[in-house]
């Protein structure tokens, strides 16, 4: 079964960055398009970032990460990457990565579903 499993939260200060990983089962994570969200409490899920399957030649941001985060993927390790430069403490969330299958022509629309999910790691970002 295919699994997601993220790793690099933790606390950082405002200003500070960090790398969220999302490493998916031997051999999964090519035919992937991956989506990065994130649920603060009291507030919704928001979707933040996605890439497309394979090469990851398409991503896409929410306005209120773009230009601070950049998504990537390196299908050689099964990992798929979340850096966060300049965090502020609304950053702060449980954040998690989402794996769905899609055809080229449907890979990050926005509001789209995900099959598969990972459990999701702690960002927090004060002084």
């Known amino acids: 079964q295919l699994q997601l499993v993220e790793t690099g939260g933790g606390w950082v200060q405002p200003g500070e960055f960090l790398e969220l990983s999302c490493k998916a089962s031997a051999g999964t994570l090519e035919m992937l398009t991956i989506g990065w969200f994130r649920q603060a409490p009291g507030l919704e899920r928001e979707e933040i970032s996605c890439?497309?399957?394979?090469?990851?030649?398409?991503?896409s941001y929410a306005d209120s990460v773009k230009g601070r985060f950049t998504v990537s993927r390196d299908n050689t390790k099964s990992t798929a990457y979340l850096r966060m430069s300049s965090l502020r403490p609304d950053d702060t969330a449980i954040y998690y990565c989402?794996?769905?299958?899609?055809?080229?022509?449907?890979?990050?629309?926005?509001?789209?579903?995900?099959?598969?999910w990972g459990q999701g790691t702690q960002v927090t970002v004060s002084s």
């Open positions: 989402a794996g769905a299958i899609r055809p080229p022509s449907q890979q990050c629309v926005p509001g789209s579903s995900y099959n598969y």
């Open positions: 890439i497309s399957h394979r090469s990851g030649s398409h991503t």
